[in-house]
């Protein structure tokens, strides 16, 4: 079956310390993979996409297939990084839906 | 160009009411879709659509129902409201393609069933 894992339901850090939120995923196929994020009292709202390969906010994150990952790192927390984090996974074959992981809460400390 | 527009963003029913709740869309977005947010849950499909005419079951399907006449709007019904539909309710649109299929969330509705 097709799932998302987020281990963390929370994580928290202090700010300038290096951040990484975890995301592996189950799929057999070759899946497009995201990070959506929810800042307070805003829409959810796209951070990145594994095909573009570009840094938002000073955000990357690389998938391996071989370990079926596509964790979200930045070097250095700011506190205006505290959101909620989530992955999700696109099938692309098949019935097209999008499966979404549970959430990472993250507060950067000042 | 307002986006994703949900309506309405809080609700309070009985159990055993029916209400809808209102999604519209003004991108001309062929994919939209229905979400519930609970705590320690995520983000979970209930319905989706590729087109006008076409929808499918999500991952929690049962309790709702959904159609989509035209490509602007996705209404989600409710037929008889249960607590266990209190939850916090997301509709979002894409384009469908390769490479084109990032989502736009409307603001979301809050839903308290008693």
């Known amino acids: 079956a097709q799932r998302v894992t987020q281990p963390e339901k929370l994580l928290s850090v202090f700010k300038g310390a290096p951040v990484e939120l975890k995301c592996n995923y189950s799929?057999?196929?070759?899946?497009?993979l995201f990070w959506y994020v929810q800042y307070s009292r805003q829409r959810l709202q796209l951070l990145l996409r594994?095909?573009s390969r570009e840094s938002i906010k000073g955000f990357t994150a690389d998938l391996n297939k071989g370990e079926t990952s596509f964790h979200l790192k930045k070097p250095f927390a700011q506190e205006e990084d505290s959101a909620m984090y989530y992955c999700?996974?696109?099938?692309?074959?098949?019935?097209?839906?999008?499966?979404f992981g549970t959430g990472t809460r993250l507060k950067v400390l000042a | 160009n307002a986006g994703v527009t949900q309506t309405p963003k809080f609700q309070v029913l009985k159990t055993g009411q029916s209400m809808t709740l209102q999604c519209a869309q003004d991108m001309n977005h062929e994919y939209m879709s229905w979400y519930r947010q609970d705590p320690g849950m995520g983000l979970r499909l209930i319905h989706y659509?590729?087109?006008?005419?076409i929808t499918d079951q999500g991952e929690v399907p049962n309790g709702y129902n959904v159609s989509r006449s035209t490509t602007e709007d996705f209404p989600l019904r409710l037929l008889s409201a249960a607590p266990s539909q209190t939850s916090v309710y997301f509709c979002?649109?894409?384009?469908w393609g390769a490479g084109a299929n990032v989502l736009t969330f409307g603001a979301g509705s809050r839903l308290t069933v008693l």
């Open positions: 979002a649109s894409s384009y």
């Open positions: 594994h095909i």
């Open positions: 999700a996974l696109l099938r692309t074959s098949g019935t097209y839906k999008y499966i």
């Open positions: 659509s590729v087109g006008a005419g």
């Open positions: 799929y057999s196929g070759s899946p497009e």
